[in-house]
């Protein structure tokens, strides 16, 4: 049951890279952060289940930045994307 639950929470991520990658979904998209957020937030569920510590860390933090995007977006807010600056 371990390894479906991973396959599906895996999917959910992947799922929202690939259209994001191939120009369907943006990444500030409601879609895209809810896939990122719920898949993730299954992994990490399931690697604390395992005391998979590492992939408990990776996937605990994707699903708390994904999470904090997506409350973002429910609110109505929007954050500009900066380009690095050109210092010399």
Known sequence: MSQLVQIIGSLLVLAGFALAQWGYLNQKALSYLVLNTVGSAILAINALLEAQWGFLLLEGVWAIVSAISL?????????????????A
């Open 71 to 87: 409350v973002g977006v429910l609110r109505g807010g929007r954050r500009e994307l900066r380009e690095p600056s050109a210092s």
